[in-house]
């Protein structure tokens, strides 16, 4: 049963940073992977932010954080992260880590792609 656990959420001023991590457990971190991070404000369909095909390392981004967001991925720690800089408040959301084993599955950016997530972590950013 693969877990995921997000943490590294919090509260920040716009234009400030933060870092999101997801730690990866009951499986083995493989070249077979589609990982990434979604969001869902509140009364708003869940959105994807980024992911990244842990094989070939390809991303992929929304516009809305091009330039902004930086994923990567520590294959030691099987944990993958989000670095999210000059935040704004349209930014404030749950940020939820997910997975799937299947890379052809649909659009990277649909929810119901991946098959495992994590509980989410708060990220709250003031004007």
């Known amino acids: 049963q693969v877990q995921l656990v997000e943490s590294g959420g919090g509260s920040v001023q716009a234009g400030g940073s933060l870092r999101l991590s997801c730690v990866a457990s009951g499986y083995t971190y493989s070249s077979y992977y589609i990982m990434g991070w979604f969001r869902q404000a509140p009364g708003k369909e869940r959105e994807g932010v980024v992911v990244?095909?842990?094989?070939?390392?390809?991303?992929l981004y929304a516009d809305s954080v091009k330039g902004r967001f930086t994923i990567s991925q520590d294959n030691g720690k099987n944990t993958l992260y989000l670095q999210m800089n000059s935040l704004k408040p349209e930014d404030t959301a749950m940020y939820y880590c997910?997975?799937?084993?299947?890379?052809?599955?649909?659009?990277?950016?649909?929810?119901?792609?991946?098959?495992?997530w994590g509980q989410g972590t708060q990220v709250t950013v003031s004007s």
């Open positions: 997910a997975a799937d084993q299947n890379v052809y599955g649909g659009r990277w950016y649909e929810p119901k792609r991946f098959g495992y």
């Open positions: 990244i095909y842990t094989g070939s390392r390809r991303t």
